[in-house]
């Protein structure tokens, strides 16, 4: 599978069919609820979204990743890992997100959710072809970089999982909230129970390794991080 290098652009502005872009008004379709958090009753914070180029396992899907930033519980700070990679218990994903959601759907039944009240500042992302499925970066396909052991999901309720992309370094994939946005919650080892840069970050900027199923009726998202 090709793979894309995810390059920021900090100066474009949204467009109505912008599919591949951090922050701003998300684009999904119409029937889909935007996500709350089971945790404290808050609507999550749309960070990024990802439509998949062509010669992709998930070509013409997009994936939407939102996450709470207004509560910092201590058992939910990254998304649970299974205990058995080779196959995902039956069921386990559906219980699986609580403080975050990823939304998956077809590119072409999207709109720009205009009753979303947007918290990051929009940047368009650009998929770069890379010469190298391994190169070391934050990228769409190829192969994961694995900062520790191969933990690469096998399947669940029956489908094979396929590398959907990573963010290679989350220190470097920082979002920056709107001034009128309300700083992000941190955990306790951060010091301040609010973090004062003006900044956010998606599961405490851990290296983070999306996986979906190849069953396309029914796309699932797993999502690990490394340390």
């Not at 467009?15 to 889909?32: M, R």
Request: net charge negative.
């Amino acid at each position: 599978m090709p793979a894309y290098e995810i390059v920021r652009d900090p100066t474009a502005l949204q467009n109505d069919d912008d599919l591949t872009h951090i922050g701003g008004l998300p684009n999904l379709p119409g029937d889909l609820p935007l996500p709350i958090c089971t945790l404290c009753g808050t609507n999550m914070t749309f960070f990024f979204q990802v439509r998949f180029p062509n010669g992709h396992a998930w070509a013409g899907r997009v994936m939407a990743v939102f996450a709470c930033t207004t509560c910092s519980d201590l058992d939910h700070g990254t998304p649970p890992m299974a205990a058995d990679l080779e196959h995902l218990p039956d069921g386990f994903l559906d219980d699986y997100e609580k403080n975050f959601k990823i939304l998956a759907f077809d590119m072409a039944a999207t709109e720009r959710r205009t009753e979303y009240t947007p918290v990051l500042r929009f940047e368009r992302l650009s998929l770069q072809p890379l010469k190298s499925a391994s190169a070391r970066v934050t990228k769409v396909g190829g192969l994961p970089n694995w900062r520790i052991s191969n933990d690469f999901p096998k399947s669940y309720m029956g489908s094979e999982f396929a590398f959907l992309m990573q963010i290679w370094s989350g220190l470097d994939f920082e979002f920056e909230k709107l001034e009128a946005a309300p700083p992000q919650a941190q955990y306790p080892w951060a010091g301040d129970p609010y973090r004062l840069d003006g900044r956010y970050s998606l599961f405490s900027g851990l290296p983070l390794y999306f996986f979906g199923t190849v069953n396309l009726e029914s796309p699932r998202v797993y999502v690990l991080n490394q340390k």
